[in-house]
Structures are given as structure tokens and as C-alpha cells.
């Protein structure tokens, strides 16, 4: 089938999947399945509707992502709450639906308190910003962020994030399941996906936040003071290559004060090193997936990997190394679909420790290195950025041959991302979006100023 006749029943499929709040479009749902039962999957999840909203901003129409802006932003709660299990003065609801009550509409958010294993979403407000940096980018409205409401939003989610905390890194601190992957994964402390993430949406804050507003003045100075140290822990502690491995793999331990070399007090024997080193091409690295005391978890997670070269966190030559990571363990980490979520995947008693024995995430299934077809656009847009478009092109091809013809699955099960997800819901919106949106990024790579960050400089 040719890339023509995909892209146009994509376009189809997505635009049914938008919703309308008092006449106006304002998000999309998760997944339009006819077949399996919809459960939350019928509400419009921040993240999700991120690779929409580009999209929709590519096309001219703005008009949906300003609605959703404006109505997620109703929806973060302003004061202070007293009630514990309240969510939380800045937090970002993880998705929205829209209910009727006596022939009114109205919009009930969900901040976890209704979700599976009731996580609270750490990324929701950190795309929110992102979001709202790429409709100013798009469309050169620099008003709407200017807004005294919108200014106080930014505000309030950097203050969650930025405030009185236990620990004393740069890094941002969270519990399991804070991100896409909402399920125990062994993903607690300060996962990659989020610090990824919570660079970029600092970053974009910068440039977002009026330096004349005097509320303003506090936080500038505190994302300030974070930026920097942020980056160089993540360039220096979470980066694994063959380099580093080799001081990893010689690091003493029990050191004391301040001039420790192995500041978290690694232990070599943590380390899958005799698997690491038969896969860690020489040309390749890539940040490892999380880190914390006596804790370097040598996972591969794509979403942070791919928007730190997005965002610039990685530096020129890392990024290179990320890239170099993918092309050449391309069967391990793309294989029939673009692209795996983690690598490898946790099995037997790790699985069993480690998630929970959660059954929708055995191993090589679900977040537990499924593949993704929604990271695809992140795919496209970190190779553009580098230069690397052939990897991006070889990678759309292969999505090309199965997404319509499996009717756009949520994720693919199977070493290889052979097997359609066991329960992946279809017609998933960020699949059909993600697609569309790497073959915008490809069609016109200027579409990267909506994603993509210069170097930052401190
Ligand atoms: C699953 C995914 C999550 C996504 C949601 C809706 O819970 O893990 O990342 O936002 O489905 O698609």
C-alpha cells in the first residue's frame, strides 16, 4: 500500500478520534478500539495528545491545542490542599473526559486518584509546558503564554518540582510509575524519562517566563541554579559507553566526603557487565536509565534517551553515540517496529521482584520491551536534528508495512516487536499521530523549532 493511501487513512482515524467540549475541539482520546472494553481509554491524556497537538499546530490548527491548553490549565488545582489525598497544588492532571450533569458539560480530570495503582503523573505538567512553548513557537502568539493565569500555571508545576524536597540532587525525585510507564517497572527514584523531560520543560520555562513579572523572579532564579548542575549529572553519571564502563567496572567503593569519585557508591557487581560489554557497540553509548544511591540502572529507555539528543541535553558527540546505539543494535531496539520502550526487558525473578509479577508487563510485553509505535516521531525528530535522516527514513519504512494493516496498535509484543501488543488497545491515537507526525518531520525538518532545543548555555 503506498505511504499516500496510509497517511490519508491515518488522517481519517485521527480526526475521529477528537472531542468536543461545548461545540469546541479539545483534545483527542487514547484509543477508538471497538472491540475491547474502553476503560480510561476513552479520556484525553496529556501525554498522549502531545504528538496530536503537533501535528494539529503543523496543519494550521492551532485552535485545538489553545483550547486544550486553556482547559488543562482550569483543571490543575491552585491552593494549597489540606486533604492529603487531594492532588496536589500544581500537579497536572494525567488525562480528562467529558461528562454530563443535568445537560451541562463539564471536564473531570483524573490525577491518578482513579487510575490503576493510583500513580500520579510527573510528566503530565512537564508536557504541558512543552506544549505550550511549541504553540508559541508555531504560531508566534506569544500572548496566550503571557497570560497572568498561564504565567501562574508554569509557575505552579516548576514549584512541585522545585520546592523542599529529601534529597539533595539535581535530578527530580518521583515515585514508580510517574511517566508513560504508569506501572511499577522498578522506575522509582530519578528514572531518565523524567529528567529528560524535566531539562526540557525547565529549558522552555526560561524562555517562557516574563523576566519583568516579579513572581516570576523567584522561580527564574531557581530553574537557573538547576539547569546546570541538572546536565552535567546527567552528561557524567548517567552516560555509558566503553569509556565509562571501564571506570565503572574499576570503582572504588565506601568512599567518604566530598571528593568521592563514585559518588553513589556504585558496586561493580550491580553491573550486567559481561552482558554490557557484548552489546555496548564502541561507537554507541546512551544514558543509562535511572541512578540513585548504590543504584545504576543499565536499562536503555528510548523516551529519555531520544529527547535528551532532542533537547540538546546530550552533547554533540553523545548524541552521535545514542544514534550510533540504535543503528547498530537496530534489531535489538527497532526489529519490526520502531521502536522498543526499554531494552532489555526484565525477566523471570527480576520481573517477578521488580514489577510485581504484573502480567501485563512479562517479559518482552507491554512497557517491559514492547515496541512503541508512538516513539517513531521521537525517532524522526532526534535523527533530523543530527543530521541522521536515513535512520528515520528506514524506520518510517518499516512502520509503513504493518500500522494500517494492524489497524494502528498501542505497542507490539516479542524480542524482535513481531506479535501485535497481547492487550494493545487499536486505533491508538499517539500511534496514528506519532506516524503522521514523522512523516511531517521528515516532509519539512523546520517543524523541528516546535520539539528541539539549542544547547543550553550556562
Ligand atoms: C497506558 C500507557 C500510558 C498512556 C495510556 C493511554 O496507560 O502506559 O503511557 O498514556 O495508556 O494511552
Redesign the pocket.
Known amino acids: 500500500m503506498s505511504s499516500k493511501v496510509i497517511e490519508e487513512k491515518a488522517w481519517e482515524a485521527l480526526e475521529e478520534s477528537v472531542i468536543y467540549y461545548h461545540g469546541q475541539p479539545v483534545g483527542t482520546i487514547?484509543?477508538r478500539d471497538p472491540d475491547i472494553d474502553a476503560l480510561?481509554?476513552d479520556q484525553c491524556?496529556i501525554?498522549?495528545f502531545v504528538s496530536s497537538a503537533l501535528l494539529f499546530l503543523i496543519k494550521g490548527k492551532s485552535s485545538i491545542v489553545r483550547n486544550f491548553l486553556e482547559a488543562t490549565l482550569k483543571l490543575q488545582p491552585k491552593t494549597t490542599q489540606l486533604d492529603c489525598i487531594k492532588p496536589s497544588r500544581g500537579l497536572m492532571p494525567?488525562?480528562f473526559k467529558i461528562q454530563s450533569f443535568n445537560q451541562q458539560e463539564y471536564l473531570r480530570p483524573d490525577f491518578g486518584d482513579h487510575a490503576?495503582g493510583r500513580v500520579a503523573p510527573a510528566d503530565a505538567g512537564l508536557w504541558w509546558i512543552l506544549l505550550l512553548r511549541a504553540y508559541t513557537t508555531s504560531t508566534g502568539d506569544k500572548t496566550l503564554a503571557q497570560r497572568e493565569d498561564f504565567q501562574e500555571g508554569i509557575r505552579l508545576i516548576l514549584q512541585l518540582c522545585l520546592v523542599t524536597r529529601f534529597d539533595m540532587y539535581p535530578m527530580l525525585l518521583v515515585p514508580d510509575g510517574a511517566?508513560?510507564?504508569?506501572?511499577r517497572m522498578g522506575m522509582y527514584g530519578h528514572p531518565l524519562d523524567i529528567q529528560s523531560l524535566f531539562y526540557a520543560a525547565m529549558v522552555a520555562s526560561l524562555e517562557l517566563l516574563e523576566p519583568t513579572y516579579q513572581k516570576n523572579q523567584f522561580m527564574i532564579q531557581a530553574v537557573q541554579n538547576r539547569v546546570g548542575p541538572l546536565l552535567r549529572q546527567l552528561r557524567e553519571n548517567y552516560w555509558l559507553d566503553s569509556d565509562r564502563l571501564n571506570v565503572i567496572y574499576r570503582y572504588r567503593v565506601e568512599e567518604y566526603g566530598e571528593e568521592a569519585l563514585n559518588q553513589f557508591n556504585i558496586y561493580s557487581d550491580s553491573i550486567p557487565f559481561y552482558w554490557l560489554a557484548k552489546w555496548m557497540p564502541e561507537a554507541g553509548g546512551y544514558l543509562a536509565g535511572n541512578l540513585g544511591p548504590s543504584q545504576l540502572d543499565c536499562r536503555f529507555f528510548s523516551l529519555g534517551n531520544l529527547m535528551a539528543v532532542i533537547s540538546s541535553l546530550t552533547n554533540e558527540e553523545q548524541s552521535h553515540k545514542i544514534l550510533n546505539l540504535i543503528e547498530l543494535r537496530w534489531s535489538d531496539l527497532i526489529g519490526h517496529m520502531p521502536m522498543k520502550l526499554c531494552y532489555p526487558a526484565l525477566e523471570n525473578g527480576d520481573w517477578r521482584t521488580v514489577t510485581g509479577a504484573d502480567p501485563k508487563n512479562r517479559a518482552w510485553s507491554?512497557?517491559n520491551g514492547g515496541n512503541w509505535p508512538v516513539l517513531l516521531w521521537m525517532l524522526t525528530a532526534a535523527s533530523k536534528k543530527m543530521g541522521r535522516g536515513e535512520l528515520a527514513h528506514h524506520a518510517i519504512a518499516i512502520a509503513e508495512r504493518r500500522l494500517l494493516l494492524d489497524q494502528w496498535p498501542?505497542y507490539y509484543d516479542g524480542p524482535d516487536g513481531r506479535l501485535i501488543g497481547k492487550e494493545s488497545?487499536k486505533f491508538?491515537?499517539?500511534t496514528i499521530a506519532g506516524y503522521l507526525l514523522a512523516k511531517e518531520l521528515v516532509a519539512n525538518p523546520d517543524h523541528l523549532d516546535l520539539v528541539a532545543f539549542d544547547p543550553y548555555l550556562w
Do not use: G, V
Not at 511517566?179 to 506501572?183: A, G, K, L, N, V
Open positions: 487514547a484509543a480510561n481509554y491524556f501525554r498522549d494525567a488525562s490503576i511517566s508513560m510507564i504508569d506501572r507491554y512497557h498501542e488497545r491508538q491515537t499517539w
